[in-house]
């Protein structure tokens, strides 16, 4: 007879993950086939409320849990929205296509830190002459549950 091992979640263990993303009226997101697999404790596999939610849990354990805007992926910031002159990009530029590129640091005394993070612009909009970019992500804004 084998002995089942039962491991609750903690810090340093590999949790695999299955879940449904709804917004706040429960429209589906996103649903995936395979789980999402990630290292509790604190490495930013998964948003902290999760994490919280989920320490101390035994395999097989099952929630609902609501995550609002700042919990997630940040509110909406108009001023990731940029303008760029339609000749600075490939003739083949679809809407929601994504490009790779530094914020614009215009704060003052801000010396425009060398190793900020890039940010992913997607496309919103091709005009003749100008392309609207938006470097909020697309769940910006908006409450999710888990």
Do not use: C, W
Not at 19 to 35: F, M, R, V
């Amino acid at each position: 007879m084998l002995n089942e091992l039962r491991m609750k979640i903690e810090k340093n263990t590999v949790v695999s993950l299955r879940y449904k993303l709804t917004d706040a009226q429960n429209n589906i997101i996103e649903e995936p086939d395979s789980p999402m697999v990630y290292l509790h404790g604190g490495y930013e596999g998964t948003f902290p409320k999760i994490e919280t939610l989920l320490d101390g849990q035994d395999v097989g354990y099952e929630a609902s849990i609501q995550l609002e805007p700042s919990e997630a992926f940040g509110e909406y910031d108009p001023e990731l929205l940029k303008i760029e002159p339609r000749a600075r990009f490939p003739e083949s530029l679809e809407v929601g296509m994504q490009f790779e590129g530094a914020p614009d640091v215009e704060e003052e005394g801000d010396s425009g830190d060398a190793d900020e993070e890039p940010l992913i612009y997607t496309v919103t909009d091709v005009a003749d002459s100008q392309v609207v970019l938006d470097g909020n992500h697309p769940l910006a804004g908006m409450a999710l549950r888990f």
